[in-house]
Nanobody
């Protein structure tokens, strides 16, 4: 299994941008589909975006389409989430996850999880 470490979170104002990074170690990163999930206070963890093995397919929750972009760099063992035009409702802990599936939107299909990075968007 891979170990995942997220970074790049912080406190920003509405309309600002952030780029989250997730570095993997200890496994064959290129063979995993990768995803980003988020969990707001008192809420369930929810799907944000996913990218397939080799990066040919990407999926997003409707609320971030056109604002967030997921990408991966297999040589660097890293997956990114570029977040533009941030809104207060994007405030959450963001988690990186890896799945042995080609790609998935389902939390239950992800085997490995990072510890999360906090994103706070002020209005």
């Amino acid at each position: 299994q891979v170990q995942l470490v997220e970074s790049g979170g912080g406190l920003v104002q509405a309309g600002d941008s952030l780029r989250l990074s997730c570095v993997a170690s200890g496994g064959t990163f290129s063979s995993y589909g990768m995803g980003w999930f988020r969990q707001a206070p008192g809420k369930e963890r929810k799907f944000v975006a996913s990218i397939s093995v080799r990066g040919g397919s990407m999926y997003y929750v409707d609320s971030v389409k056109g604002r967030f972009t997921i990408s991966r760099d297999d040589a660097a063992h890293t997956v990114y989430l570029q977040m533009d035009s941030l809104k207060p409702e994007d405030t959450a802990v963001y988690y990186c996850a890896a799945t042995r599936s080609h790609v998935s939107k389902l939390l239950a299909e992800y085997d490995c999880w990072g510890r999360g990075t906090q994103v706070t968007v002020s209005s």
